[in-house]
C-alpha cells in the first residue's frame, strides 16, 4: 500500500487535467458562439443594406422611366436624327409644335430635378456603404462628381436652353402676327425690346454669336468697345430678319441643342442607375462570402457596355 500517495496524486492530476480542458472548452464554445452572433449580425447588416439599394434602385428605376424617358420619348421622335432641315419643315407644317414641344421639355426637367434629389435623398444609405469597401473614398468621390455633373447640366438647361426656346417661341409668333411695316411705335417697342431680351443676354451667347460677324463678337459684348454699338446693331438686323422671314429655322436652331442638353441629362440619370446596381452586385458578392473581382467603378463599366445596359445606346 505504499503506493497509495502516488496514485491519489496521479487522480488529482487527471481530474485537474479534465477540468482545464473542460473549461478550455467551454470557453471556446462561448467564442465561437460570439462570433457566430456577430457573423450573424453582419449578414444581417448586409441584407438589410441590401434590400434598402434594391428599393432606391427601384424607385429610380421607375422614376427615371416614367419622368424622364417617359416625357421626352414625344421631342425625340420630333428630333429624329437631328436633321435641321427636317426640323424646320415639321414646325412649318406644325406651327403649335414647338410649344407643345416645350411642354414636354418642362415636364421633362421637373422629372430630372425629382430624380436629383431623390439621390441627394439616398446618397446618405450609398456613401456608408461605399465606405465599407477598400477603396470607398475613390467611389464616393466618383459619385458626388456624377452628382455635381448632373446638378450642373440640369441648371444649364433651366438658365441657357429651355427659357431661349420659350423666348424665341413668343418672338417669332408676335413676328408672325404683326408684319414690321405695320408696327407702330408701341409694336416696335414691344419687339425691341424682346429682341433685346435674347440678344443681351450672356447665356444666349452660344446662339446670339451666330448674328455677329466673327471679328465683332468682343466688341458686341463689351460695351465699352467703340465697335460695340454697331455690332449690336447689325446683330439686331441680322436676327430680326431671320425671326420674320425664317423663324422655323431659328426655332429648328434652337429646339436642337435644347433636346441635346436633355438627352445629356437622361444618359446621366441612366449611369446613375448603372453604378447603383454596380454598387448592389458587390453587395450582394460580399454577402455572398465571395471577393469581389471588380470595384464599383469597374462594375460599372462593364454594365455600361452593350453586353448589360448599352449605355451610349439604349436609352431605357
Excluded at 77 to 97: C, Y
Excluded at 120 to 125: L, V
Excluded at 297 to 311: G, H, I, K, P, W
Aim: aromatic share 8%.
Amino acid at each position: 500500500m505504499e503506493f497509495a500517495p502516488v496514485q491519489i496524486g496521479l487522480d488529482i492530476a487527471t481530474s485537474l487535467a479534465i477540468f482545464a480542458s473542460a473549461i478550455t472548452f467551454l470557453l471556446n464554445q462561448r467564442r465561437k458562439s460570439e462570433q457566430s452572433k456577430k457573423q450573424s449580425l453582419d449578414n444581417s447588416v448586409r441584407t438589410v443594406a441590401v434590400e434598402k439599394l434594391q428599393d432606391a434602385l427601384h424607385v429610380l428605376s421607375r422614376k427615371f422611366i416614367n419622368d424622364v424617358v417617359g416625357k421626352l420619348n414625344y421631342p425625340s421622335n420630333v428630333i429624329g436624327a437631328g436633321d435641321l432641315a427636317a426640323i424646320q419643315q415639321r414646325f412649318e407644317r406644325r406651327p403649335d409644335l414647338p410649344s407643345d414641344m416645350l411642354a414636354r421639355y418642362e415636364s421633362a426637367s421637373a422629372g430630372i430635378s425629382s430624380f436629383i434629389d431623390e439621390v441627394h435623398a439616398y446618397k446618405y444609405q450609398i456613401y456608408p456603404l461605399l465606405d465599407t469597401l477598400e477603396n470607398g473614398r475613390d467611389e464616393i468621390d466618383s459619385f458626388r462628381k456624377e452628382l455635381s455633373d448632373l446638378t450642373n447640366l440640369f441648371n444649364d438647361i433651366n438658365r441657357s436652353a429651355a427659357p431661349l426656346a420659350k423666348e424665341l417661341i413668343r418672338t417669332v409668333e408676335f413676328c408672325k402676327q404683326h408684319p414690321l411695316s405695320d408696327l407702330d411705335e408701341a409694336g416696335q417697342s414691344q419687339l425691341m425690346q424682346m429682341a433685346a431680351s435674347i440678344l443681351k443676354d450672356r447665356d444666349y451667347a452660344y446662339w446670339v454669336n451666330s448674328f455677329i460677324p466673327d471679328e465683332h463678337e468682343a466688341a458686341y459684348w463689351d460695351a465699352s468697345d467703340p465697335a460695340s454699338h454697331d455690332a449690336q446693331a447689325q446683330a439686331l438686323r441680322n436676327f430680326l430678319g431671320n425671326a420674320y422671314e425664317h423663324p422655323e429655322r431659328l426655332l429648328a436652331q434652337v429646339f436642337l441643342r435644347v433636346h441635346m442638353r436633355y438627352q445629356e441629362g437622361q444618359t446621366i440619370c441612366k449611369k446613375f442607375l448603372v453604378m447603383l446596381a454596380a454598387i448592389s452586385h458587390t453587395l450582394l458578392r460580399n454577402q455572398s462570402g465571395a471577393a469581389a473581382d471588380q470595384t464599383p467603378s469597374q462594375t460599372a463599366q462593364r454594365y455600361a457596355s452593350e453586353n448589360y445596359f448599352a449605355l451610349d445606346k439604349e436609352v431605357r
